[in-house]
């Protein structure tokens, strides 16, 4: 019952750094979470490819980042697992917005 009041919470949310949960579907063993589809790969995956960030474009991610994590935390939310995989680039142009899953 914690897990739907979670679930549910992260739905409303509205940040613009989180991706949107767009549907739950739930059996007797597991939940499953339908996600706003971004597909311009992980930061991990965009660390591994540019090997490094200019000061400013690392600066700007950071602190999308930390505010995103941030409102998760007002909201009283919590992510359980946060790392560069946690991260997702809404698409494959340069300056993408960067959205936690």
């Known amino acids: 019952e914690r897990l739907r009041a979670h679930v549910a ?3 409303a949310q509205r940040g613009e750094g989180i ?3 767009l549907e739950v579907y739930e059996d007797a063993r597991s ?3 339908v996600m706003e589809h971004c597909n311009g790969g992980t930061l991990q995956d965009r660390i ?4 490094f960030f200019a000061e400013q474009e690392s ?3 950071v602190r ?3 505010e995103t ?24 142009q340069a300056h993408s ?3 936690l899953v």
């Open 64 to 66: 999308h980042m930390l």
């Open 48 to 51: 591994l490819q540019r090997h």
């Open 59 to 61: 600066a700007m991610l």
């Open 97 to 99: 917005p960067l959205k």
């Open 69 to 92: 994590v941030q409102a998760l935390q007002q909201a009283g939310l919590y992510h359980g697992h946060l790392s560069p995989d946690s991260f997702r680039f809404y698409s494959d």
């Open 31 to 33: 939940l499953a979470l």
């Open 9 to 11: 919470r992260l739905q």
């Open 19 to 21: 991706a949107r949960i």
